[in-house]
Each structure stands twice: as C-alpha cells, then as structure tokens.
C-alpha cells in the first residue's frame, strides 16, 4: 500500500537529477502548493530536453486565485504526469474543452481517459501520438465524456497505427445504453459514421481494431482488466442520477491517478477504486450547497475532498467545472482545506500536473 512516507521517498529520490522545484510535495497550505506548481511547470518548459519549439508546449489560460495569466507549460519527458485536456463539462460559455485526461509516461501519452467534446483538439495539442495510446477508458457515454469518438478515428486513418487499441466503457444500465450497443448506434454499418465501422472489424483496414470492452454497471467491486509495461488500469461503477457512470483509476509503478467522472456516489464505490491514490481528478460540478437531483448526479466539494483524504491523496484537481462552481473558488477551497489537507487545483485545459 501506497503511504506518504513511500510518496515522500519517491519525490526525493526523483528530485536528485532534476532542477531546482521539480517534483511535488504535499502542502499543507494549498496556495503556497500552487506557487510551488507553477514554478515547476515553469522549471518543466525550461528543461534541457525541451525546447520552446517543441510541440508539447501549449498555449493556455490559467487561473490563479486573484488574475489570469497566459502560460505555456507541458509535461515533462520523464516520469508520470496527469494532462487535462478539457477541464469543461458541457458548456458553450467557458472557453474548455469537455472531460478528456491524458497519463504520460516517460514522454509517451499512454492512457485517455474520455473523450468529450473538444479533447481531439486538445489532444493535437498537447503533442501526443495516438499510436502511443495502450487504452482508452470511456466514464460514460454522454457527449461531453465521447462524442470525440469518431473524430479520434476518422484522423486515425491518417497515422498508420498498427496495434489494435483496447477501448473500455461501461455496460448497459436501466436508463444508458452500454458501450457496444453505442458505437454500433454511432459507428456500426447502419450508424451515422458508417465509414468508421471497419475499425470495429477483425480485418480492420485502417492498420488496427478497437477492441471494446464493456464493464459492468451494477457490481461493486472494482474491475482489474488491463495491465500493460507496469501500466494499470481499473475501474468501478458509480451512480449519476438515475444513469450509470464509471469512476477510473491509472496505476503507474507507485503513482496511482484516481478519476471520479460524474457521480454523486450515492453507493460510494470511488472511495475503494481511490485508497492509496496519489492524485484525485475530481469532477467539480456542483457547489456545496447543491441540493435535490444535482445532488445525485455529482458530488459537492465536501465530499471530494472526504475521498482525497481517506485515499490518503497528495493532490486533488478539480476538473469537469462549470458555471455554478465558477467564481466560487476561494469558498470552494476553504470547504475542501477542512477535510482535506493536501493541494488543491482547479483545473483548465492542457494543463499537465507531476504527483
Ligand atoms: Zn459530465
């Protein structure tokens, strides 16, 4: 199990060949953690392996609590590191891509994590190479979580990708369609992309197969189907309103990413997907004062936090914003400070984030 001692170790071992404020540490005072980012992100772009040429380095708005500022920052080439690449959730007022996530490895961007609207584009650029990719793990099947689907294989038709790609998304639920019978309603022979079908064939011509797996909605305990050079993937169900969703998790040797996706865990099933996570990618939709059916469709910043701090997190980011948490950051970070006491980020587009 994963402790902060071990992680403490880790980043120090880490630190030895890197420059100054490489590495993250936990915090106790969150916004001294976001300095200490910041400067890391910084310190990241002037590495010697990266130059201000390089295509990794995005363009981006980033939020600090008083100003926004103009930033180019990217991940590194070593180590493990969690890219946002839509901080959104659906709306058409804020300027962010909808729920996409990135885990580089060593440079090489191995897991997304959904797919929503606007991640194609953020994915081009954030440098990554889909024929990098191990797998895909899709949250749910709402548009802002998939609707990049066909976009990802229509430009993989250009890229020659030869490994089939493993795609993961949940089965049926009493109100959701499961992930086989959605690409066939979208990209089967009779779908609405029906170019796009091969690549669901054994004798793909487009260089290789997606191969689907569908996991199920009703079971508690996590799924622990995939594992690939020390790469981990897993996976539970969770409740969102009255639909189903899919909280998931990348391991990377002692790096344990948790993502909540939308849910109000109403059966808290993330908390045993999350124990002993390092990061927590939390989806931030509501305030804490939400109340009715919102309430069990996502959870408020209180009970994020609760999850970091019972996996025992050193970093909870909170993605998938949308206008009714907007604007309420300082109030936000104050309820979550009292439960959990790691830092705490409020996500934006491309931004990538080191444990
Ligand atoms: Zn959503």
Redesign the pocket.
Same mark, same amino acid.
């Given at each position: 199990m994963l402790n902060r001692k071990m992680l403490s170790c880790r980043v120090a071992e880490r630190r030895k060949g890197l420059p100054p404020m490489l590495g993250f540490t936990r915090l106790r005072r969150p916004l001294l953690a976001l300095s200490v980012l910041w400067s890391s992100a910084q310190a990241l772009g002037e590495s010697s392996d990266m130059t201000m040429d390089d295509p990794r380095l995005a363009r981006t708005v980033t939020e600090r609590p008083f100003e926004v500022v103009i930033d180019r920052r990217a991940c590194g080439t070593r180590g493990v590191y969690v890219q946002v690449l839509g901080a959104g959730?659906?709306d058409l007022t804020d300027a962010q891509a909808?729920?996409g996530y990135l885990v580089w490895v060593d440079g090489k961007a191995r897991v997304l994590i959904d797919m @929503?609207a606007g991640s194609a584009l953020r994915f081009e650029e954030s440098g990554a190479d889909f024929k990098d990719l191990y797998a895909v793990g899709l949250s749910?099947l709402?548009a802002?979580?998939s609707a990049d689907l066909p976009a990802f294989l229509q430009g993989a038709a250009k890229l020659r990708r030869k490994e089939d790609l493993p795609l993961f998304g949940p089965a049926s639920g009493e109100k959701t369609l499961g992930l086989k019978t959605w690409t066939s309603r979208l990209l089967g022979p009779n779908g609405a992309y029906p170019h796009l079908a091969d690549y669901f064939s054994p004798f793909s011509q487009g260089g290789f197969e997606v191969l689907q797996e569908e996991i199920e909605s009703a079971n508690r305990r996590p799924w622990r189907g995939f594992r690939r050079d020390g790469i981990a993937l897993s996976a539970v169900a969770t409740d969102h309103g009255q639909g189903t969703s899919l909280a998931w998790r990348v391991d990377v040797e002692d790096v344990g990413i948790t993502f909540t @996706?939308?849910t109000g865990n109403r059966r808290q099933t993330v908390k045993t997907l999350a124990e002993g996570s390092t990061i927590i990618v939390g989806?931030h939709?509501v305030p804490e004062n939400v109340r009715g059916y919102a309430r069990d469709e996502h959870m408020p910043p209180s009970q994020l936090a609760k999850i970091a701090e019972e996996a025992n997190a050193n970093l909870l980011i909170l993605s998938?914003r949308t206008p009714r948490t907007r604007g309420r950051e300082l109030q936000t970070r104050r309820e979550i400070s009292s439960v959990f006491k790691g830092a705490v980020l409020f996500a934006n587009d491309m931004e990538c984030w080191e444990p």
């Open positions: 959730a659906d909808s729920s @929503g749910q709402h802002e979580h @996706g939308d989806h939709a998938h």
